[in-house]
């Protein structure tokens, strides 16, 4: 591999491109000119060996035309969508960092040199953040810059224990390769969540620069729809993160029904005024139940997500795989099971005891409903045994799993 400098040349002195400006483009003709003149200024005035490439996404108003005649590249991505502009844009690219924003005069491309020196100082995603560098009036609605984003990045956070605090800003930087090794997806809005979050869990070193908000040069209403896109953006970040989406709620819906059978099964529980009986007792079980199937479908997400490789590996999860045979699930669910069957057989024998009369709802109660929950309980575990089998089925055949390791 030849080695590069910073100047746009490699040890035998060849041309090389450091940095590929990238522009997604959907009629963007008022602003596209005073863009690209900015990057090619940043360009030219810090010597930097680069391009200026736009993402044309479809436009009916002549700015492929007019990025052409600025001095630009041009590609034309016939899927729609900001993330597949984008993305055929990141493949296309000359240089070894792309530096991404807006054609809109939104940001600032004359302000890079932040941007390409964290990438050049190693960072392999280099994130703006306009709450630290500045939101000018009129550049971001109230509902985004006080709801939407704060909410969305904070999330993003959470979830995935993110340092970043601007998740959506359209002014980044990155390094090509690395970025397209996260093999990104998603064709929306929803891509630039994507990129930072497949960033985190793939432990690419991420920082930020503070960067400025402009008020955009159009006059007309941008691409973004607030709700659509905002719910699109949650949505991406519920589906990666197993956890929070499952496994979280499944754990305290389990915990809560499982503590109500086992306080209420005995009899009724009285607090001062307040007496909890079979109705308490019965929604106890439909807590524990939907807990469990919770805690299953977390189960699958994260073995699906892993095996396919959208989401990072556990060792958790290895260890639970190591241990996990379809027959030890087939156990645990037929013991449950059989355990329902006979507490249903004692409360039938109960009832003949009674000449099969009427009997004392409160009392027949407290016997079938713990019943009925272990046998549901006994036959979700059953069949989400055999369906986590299918899932293992390729991983078995393919990889050194214990069943295949000698």
Not at 29 to 41: D, Y
Not at 163 to 192: P, V, Y
Request: aromatic letters at 10%; one cysteine or more.
């Amino acid at each position: 591999m030849q080695k590069m400098d910073f100047t746009g040349s490699d040890k035998n002195g060849s041309s090389t491109c450091e940095l590929t400006v990238l522009m997604p483009c959907l009629n963007e003709a008022e602003t596209l000119p005073i863009c690209i003149k900015k990057a090619k200024n940043f360009l030219s005035l810090h010597q930097v060996e680069g391009e200026v490439l736009i993402a044309d996404n479809g436009s009916t108003d002549g700015s492929p035309g007019i990025a052409a005649d600025c001095g630009a590249r041009v590609i034309h991505v016939e899927q729609k969508g900001y993330g597949s502009a984008l993305y055929e844009g990141i493949k296309e690219a000359k240089g070894r960092f792309i530096i991404m924003g807006d054609a809109d005069d939104s940001y600032d491309f004359t302000s890079l040199m932040p941007f390409l020196s964290a990438l050049r100082d190693g960072n392999q995603l280099v994130m703006g953040n306009r709450f630290r560098g500045g939101i000018k009036p009129g550049s971001m609605p109230l509902l985004h810059r006080y709801l939407g984003n704060p909410v969305l990045s904070g999330i993003g956070r959470i979830f995935f224990n993110s340092t970043i605090g601007d998740f959506h800003c359209g002014l980044r930087g990155f390094d090509k390769n690395s970025i397209l090794q996260l093999n990104l997806q998603t064709k929306g809005m929803e891509f630039a969540s994507e990129m930072v979050v497949k960033a985190t869990i793939n432990n690419l070193h991420i920082t930020e620069v503070p960067t400025t908000l402009s008020p955009d040069g159009r006059n007309r209403p941008p691409h973004l729809n607030s709700w659509r896109d905002g719910w699109r953006h949650l949505r991406f970040l519920l589906l990666y993160s197993p956890r929070w989406l499952f496994l979280y709620p499944g754990l305290v819906l389990l915990i809560f029904g499982l503590l109500g059978i086992l306080w209420l099964t005995p009899g009724p529980v009285r607090l001062e005024t307040v007496t909890f009986d079979i109705h308490s007792l019965l929604y106890s079980a439909v807590s524990l139940i939907l807990g469990v199937q919770l805690l299953s479908f977390s189960l699958f997400a994260k073995t699906y997500g892993t095996y396919s490789g959208y989401l990072q590996e556990n060792d958790k999860l290895t260890m639970f795989m190591a241990a996990f045979t379809l027959e030890r699930g087939l156990i645990v669910g037929f013991v449950l099971l059989s355990l329902g069957l006979i507490s249903s057989v004692y409360a039938i024998y109960s009832w003949g005891s009674s000449s099969f009369g009427d009997l004392i709802p409160s009392s027949m109660m407290r016997l079938t409903i713990p019943a009925l929950t272990s046998i549901t309980i006994g036959i979700q575990i059953v069949f989400s045994t055999f369906l986590l089998s299918v899932f293992l089925i390729p991983s078995r055949h393919t990889s050194n799993t214990p069943e295949n390791s000698s």
